[in-house]
């Protein structure tokens, strides 16, 4: 694995796949563009699955060609530094752990189930609650956590009626998207 620093070697930034046994996880040792919490608890739950004997570890082949991607994207994005490979962006790579062990919500289903929620996950602030709709350890308030976010981030600034502020958002939104697209 030349050009790749011997430390850094580690699938999905947390498994180093050139141990004998898959006995050592390293987790919240990443750099993320974006909050580092939902990254590391993500690990976490990960990590929980595999130990629990609930998910497994793809082949050391898989891992070294993940790694191999990671660091060729990320030299051709960041330049060729140590940190190289564990350099991340938060949302990409929430998505790739959470879909290791069934947490990443499938938004093609929730198109058709709950049409609401999915467009407050695509065109809303990304919150972590999103990857507790589905999968081991989901929670019964995720859906309600996603569709309020909105009302914890105005409220405190503005001190408006949540509702108020919300509405004139998605108002401005569509006028802007026919603005775009009628001639």
Not at 11 to 36: D, N, R, V
Not at 90 to 100: G, N, P, V, W
Request: hydrophobic share 40%; net charge positive; glycine share 6%.
């Amino acid at each position: 694995m030349s050009g790749i620093h011997k430390h850094s070697i580690r699938c999905k930034c947390m498994f180093p796949p050139q141990l004998p046994h898959a006995t050592l996880e390293i987790m919240g040792f990443i750099l993320t563009f974006g909050p580092e919490f939902p990254s590391g608890e993500l690990q976490a739950r990960w990590v929980i699955q595999i130990l629990a004997g609930k998910c497994k570890l793809p082949s050391k082949a898989v891992m070294f060609k993940d790694i191999k991607k990671r660091h060729k994207n990320n030299v051709s994005r960041y330049g060729p530094i140590d940190k190289t490979t564990i350099r991340v962006d938060c949302i990409e790579y929430c998505d790739e752990i959470a879909s290791q062990f069934g947490a990443k919500p499938n938004l093609f289903k929730m198109l058709f189930i709950d049409p609401k929620l999915l467009l407050k996950i695509l065109f809303g602030p990304s919150v972590s609650y999103q990857y507790r709709l589905q999968g081991p350890h989901s929670w019964e308030g995720a859906r309600e956590a996603i569709m309020t976010t909105m009302d914890r981030v105005v409220w405190p600034m503005t001190k408006k009626n949540p509702e108020e502020v919300y509405d004139n958002f998605f108002k401005r939104i569509i006028q802007a998207l026919l603005l775009l697209f009628l001639p």
